[in-house]
Every structure is written in structure tokens, then in C-alpha cells.
């Protein structure tokens, strides 16, 4: 049986101060406490809405020894909101932690709608269908970059990014699936958003000289067409007698194709 403490699981803007709702301000004032990623972006919040509710720190770095004080807060009868330095606790922010033990202790949680980056993002870009994959950040080691790249080629897969990066993953993308469409936000709901749709080479173009903010990314998932056009380029070169290790290195050289990845397909 859950017990009623009174724990909200509150959004925050992604960008701009006016996307919170009206009733995430009246939690965030009517709560004795906020656990905050960092305060002092929270405190910007609070300063802009008059709230003037005590903030505790609550972050990666310490959600597993502020456990036990936050629900010891709770069963003292004190009202604790959640929050992340912007956009929906839970998603890519700390929590999974806190939230798990709440729930093994049968405290209710109520979570409120609000600013999602992927949301937002997803509601703004043309899609043949609505499946996709979220994966969070994008991985910074080659092997589990590849992994997920071919793993979830099938379906519109979107991540996370960071501006320092967000090139360089681009072209490592290229490089694996070739000059595939794909859909990038930055500065989602601020003054300068940006949100483009097209091949990679011209993704890098447009950013040539250099990106700033904040980052979505979507590739989108392999077409019939995408796919034929590879099989065709290995019949042809099998018709003319080459060897699938020949095959792989010829394709990976002249298209950006992925050498393991065109060698597999040449056995089949």
C-alpha cells in the first residue's frame, strides 16, 4: 500500500523561462523543499516566479548518500519536488536512484507534464512513423558508437549531443551508414533555435564554422532505398569478381561505408 508523502517529479524550462507550467510553479511554492541538480541554475527559476522555497543540492554525485535524508524529510511530513537543471527529471538527469528507493518504500510519487527536450524536438520534424529509439548521450568510445549505429539502423534513433562533439559524430556516422538524412535541433525554444533536416554533408557544411548550444539528433532509420543501393554496388563488384574482403575495402574507401559492416553484407 503507498503511503501519501508528497514527492512531485517537476520540469523546468529547457530554454525559455515562460515554458513551465502553471501548476509546477504552485508545487514549487507549495513544497517545503526542492532537490535541485545544481541550485543556482534553480534559484534563476525560482528568482524570475517569486518562489522562495528552500533548494537542497541533488545531483549525480551525491543521490546515493541523500537517500536516506530526503526520505527521512519525508516521513517527517515535508513536502520535496525534484528537479533538473532543465526539462523533465529522469530523462538523461539523476533520480533513478531516489526513485527506486521511494518506490520499495510505497511512497507515492505524482509527476508533472512539462518541457522534454526529445518532446519538443520529435514534434517538429517529419517522420514516416512513430517509432523511435532514445538513447540518451551518444557514446564517446568508437566500438559502443558503432554497436549503436548498426544495432538501431532500422528504426529513428535519437540522441543527445554535446556542440563540442556534435560534428566530429556526424562525419564517425557518416563514415558507418554514409551520407544518411538526419534531423538536428539546437537551442530548442531559445531566441537562436535551429532546427535543420538533411544529409550529413550538408549538416557539416551549414556548421562549418563551428555550432553552439544545446543538442537533439535523429538519424533516420535505413530506407529500402538505402539499402539497395549498397547490395547493388556488391553485386557489381561480385559480378566482376572481386572477393568480399576486396568488396568492403573498395566501398568503405569510395562511400564512407563501414568495413566490417559492407563485409557482412557481401557474405550474405
Known sequence: MQ????????????????????????????VDIIACEDTRTTQNILNHYNIHTKTIS?????????????LSKLE?????????????????????VLLKELKDNHIKVTSLPGACAVSTFLSQ???????????????????????????YKKINLIFYESPNRIL???DFIKSIRGNITVAIGRELSKLYEEVLVDDIESILKHFEEGIKGEIVCMLYSSTEKETSDVTDKINKLKNKGF???EISTILSALYDYNK???YKLSLN
Open 76 to 96: 517527517a511530513g515535508k513536502k520535496i519536488a525534484l528537479v533538473s537543471d532543465a526539462g523533465t527529471p529522469m530523462i538523461c538527469d539523476p533520480g533513478s
Open 168 to 170: 566530429d559524430t556526424l
Open 3 to 30: 503511503r501519501e508523502f508528497q514527492f512531485y517529479i517537476v520540469p523546468t524550462p529547457i530554454g525559455n523561462m515562460s515554458d513551465i507550467t502553471l501548476r509546477a510553479i504552485e508545487v514549487l511554492k507549495e
Open 243 to 245: 572477393k568480399s574482403k
Open 58 to 70: 541533488y545531483h549525480k554525485y551525491n543521490e546515493k548518500s541523500m537517500v536516506t535524508d530526503i
Open 260 to 262: 566490417n559492416e559492407i
Open 125 to 151: 520534424i517529419p517522420r514516416d512513423n512513430e517509432e523511435f529509439t532514445f538513447v540518451g548521450f551518444f557514446p564517446k568510445t568508437k566500438k559502443l558508437a558503432t554497436n549503436l549505429i548498426l544495432d
